[in-house]
């Protein structure tokens, strides 16, 4: 999703901890929250080797380093594959809920201002720019230093880049190829070769490019972002650092609007409320007036109802990222303009996403009204609480929570020596985690010590002076 900079939307980034958490607000509503806990990213760059071949899938599996085996489609690499051979792929699909992670042989390492194809020997420039004087001097540009028939997609941040600043990060780019193809020569072992930005780290890229507001709680993170501003020779007056006595997202209120996502629930503005029901095969929605504009003629009440809600879905089915078949149930419309109404708002709401991610079905017979949405990562549930199986991400998920405490505790004046009382396996977590020692020492002046409360239970804490 495109992140715009209008006075109406801003970033608000919560780096206090080990992992980033970052809310997107429009209209001073949360509409998306991403969660960085780090780990394996979409378009990472991988050595691995072919473990199976699945004629019948007409895809191959691949053996990665420190991870499962990625799904390979023939149609997604140049040339024959056999089992144990030796390939380059990239990461196309993250892997969610039940589904593994989908792996391309067509290699493309993006940039900041721009995106190389190995092989594909094409220049684009942004269709945005209409100057044909600045078009050919870019073109002319881009072609001396093209090499090896590489394709080079220049991205509109960088129109405004000085010719230097274009060539260093052609030079950059290739250098990471090179990387990947010396690996490939020199294979052994499967391994990470090339890491590649977080969609986290792209959405806030994208947002301080198009001028956006962005309030950032945490120093390292601010500078950072600071110091990328400079080198790219932006601006960082729309970049604040938070400094309040509360962390950021509780200050802004963000943790209410992330537990209020989280509920089946939702209060429509003006009367009525919808249902949502995320199930395994569908996510089912349910208008219910409640009593609202009790008195009104029946099919007017519906129609008002019925469009208030239309707008309150699309955002609710963006902020909890649900994919695949909905099914809503509205309020009863007699008329055809009714529905016509309603089947508008729909795709008004939506609308850029209608261009491929989301696909109307419109009016059942039975008056029920369906669409399907391009899975696109998991579910804010999924993301903030992993199912069952999945300790390691519990066990950070709850590492998390507690350093994010603590460190909430020092801004209301708590610092100094202080006993960190915590689960078990949380403890024995701290004792590997220098980074989260270091954020603990930052905060309280000097770290902490660690005590293990077999007591306590999943994220709790407690914390005394010694």
């Known amino acids: 999703m495109a992140v715009g900079g209008t006075h109406h939307t801003r970033l608000l980034i919560d780096a206090v901890a080990l992992e980033r958490r970052v809310a997107l607000i429009e209209n001073n509503r949360l509409t998306r929250l991403w969660i960085d806990r780090g780990g394996p990213a979409r378009f990472d760059i991988h050595l691995g080797r072919v473990s199976k071949l699945m004629p019948e899938m007409a895809a191959a599996m691949v053996a990665l380093d420190g991870m499962a085996d990625g799904l390979l489609p023939f ?56 100057d044909g004087d600045k078009r050919a001097e870019l073109l002319d540009l881009l072609s001396t230093l093209q090499a090896d028939a590489d394709g080079i997609m220049l991205r509109s941040v960088a129109l405004d880049w000085t010719a230097d600043t274009i060539a260093a990060e052609y030079k950059l780019l290739k250098s990471q190829l090179q990387k990947a193809q010396k690996a490939l020569s020199e294979a052994s072992r499967p391994q990470l070769v090339s890491k590649a930005q977080s969609e986290t780290d792209q ?47 509780d200050d802004q209120d963000i943790e209410e609007e992330i537990a209020a996502a989280l509920a089946p629930r939702v209060e429509l503005h003006g009367g009525g409320w919808i249902a949502i029901d995320p199930a395994t095969a569908l996510c089912a929605i349910d208008v219910n007036a409640a009593g609202a504009d009790v008195g009104r003629d029946s099919e007017t009440r519906a129609v008002d109802i019925n469009l208030r809600a239309a707008a309150e879905i699309v955002h609710q089915i963006r902020l909890r990222n649900i994919g695949g078949l909905v099914v809503i149930d509205p309020l009863r419309m007699k008329s055809r303009a009714g529905r016509d109404k309603f089947d508008a708002a729909i795709r008004d709401a939506f609308g850029d996403e209608l261009d491929g991610a989301v696909q109307i079905g419109g009016f059942t017979r039975l ?32 590492l998390n929570s507690v350093v994010r405490a603590a460190v909430a505790e020092t801004r209301n004046g708590v610092s100094g020596m202080v006993d960190l009382s915590v689960t078990s396996d949380v403890a024995k977590t701290l004792a590997d985690r220098d980074d989260a020692i270091q954020i603990l020492t930052n905060a309280f002046g000097v770290a902490p010590k660690i005590v293990a409360d077999p007591t306590l239970e999943d994220d709790a804490y407690r914390l005394e002076k010694n």
């Not at 690499?77 to 969610?96: K, M």
């Open 367 to 398: 008056g029920l009204y369906e669409f399907s949405r391009q899975r696109a990562g998991e579910s804010l549930r999924a993301t903030l609480f992993a199912p069952r199986g999945r300790a390691r991400l519990l066990l950070d998920a709850a």
């Open 75 to 130: 149609d997604r690499y140049h040339g024959p594959l056999h089992e144990g051979q030796w390939v380059l792929v990239q990461i196309s699909r993250l892997g969610f809920e039940d589904k593994g992670v989908k792996l391309t042989g067509r290699i493309a390492i993006e940039g900041v201002g721009m995106i190389l194809r190995p092989g594909a020997n094409h220049i684009e420039l942004p269709r945005k720019l209409k």
């Open 203 to 249: 959405v806030i890229e994208r947002h301080l490019m198009a001028g956006g507001a962005c309030i950032v709680d945490g120093t390292d993170e601010f500078v950072r972002l600071r110091g990328l501003l400079t080198m790219l020779g932006k601006s960082d007056d729309n970049l604040v650092r938070h400094v309040g006595r509360r962390l950021l997202f």
